[in-house]
T-cell receptor, first 115, second 110 residues
């Protein structure tokens, strides 16, 4: 089954404790991305990756890191989480298409609470 | 001006009603347009792409007006299962970076 998986699905942590949210896709997609979703602000892109070893900042990259060592995985790293990073996080992937064929598939989401 | 703006909602409609969602985008160079559906606390899922000529998928019709930078979604004969948040989504250039509207919530009641 074609899918994007994220782990963990739920996490409660404390300020300053490093954490990693994993993302994996089995569709051989080149493009992967991380978003956060907050009430009243909608989905905002954090980082994206066009391919292995190619990453770039989205709209809200501060406080986050990513890596893309393998095509299927795109982990999101919070080196020193703060309460303002409490949010619902989504990973997404798509093929490097253009036009309307480039459907973006989302993972199930990770609900993070930083105390 | 925000990049993608949608009706704030929520829209409360009875079953069987026709409901229309509107969306405007600010970047005239935008290339691709989509409507996504998001159920409460779940991931967004593609509902339909929006083509310049307009397109229909069952009870759903999407329209694009590039001159006015306006996108619409029409849902006919609303079902209870249509209750969700509808996200207007635009891709501005090149590959796959998407810009999302904040979404409009639809509540269909019996």
């Amino acid at each position: 089954e074609a899918q994007v998986t994220q782990n963990p699905r739920y996490l409660i942590t404390v300020t300053g404790k490093k954490l990693t949210v994993t993302c994996s896709q089995n569709m051989n997609h080149e493009y992967m991305s991380w978003y956060r979703q907050d009430p009243g602000l909608g989905l905002r892109q954090i980082y994206y990756s066009m391919n292995v070893e190619v990453t770039d900042k989205g709209d809200v990259p501060e406080g986050y890191k990513v890596s893309r060592k393998e095509k299927r995985n795109f982990p999101l790293i919070l080196e020193s989480p703060s309460p303002n990073q409490t949010s619902l996080y989504f990973c997404a992937s798509s093929s490097r298409g253009s036009g309307s064929t480039d459907t973006q598939y989302f993972g199930p989401g990770t609900r993070l609470t930083v105390l | 001006r925000k990049e993608v703006e949608q009706d704030p909602g929520p829209f409360n409609v009875p079953e069987g009603a026709t409901v229309a969602f509107n969306c405007t985008y600010s970047n005239s160079a935008s290339q691709s347009f989509f409507w996504y559906r998001q159920d409460c606390r779940k991931e967004p899922k593609l509902l339909m792409s929006v083509y310049s000529s307009g397109n229909e998928d069952g009870r759903f019709t999407a329209q694009l007006n590039r001159a006015s930078q306006y996108i619409s979604l029409l849902i006919r004969d609303s079902k209870l299962s249509d209750s969700a948040t509808y996200l207007c989504v635009v891709r501005n250039s090149g590959y796959s970076t998407l810009t999302f509207g904040k979404g409009t919530m639809l509540l269909v009641s019996p």
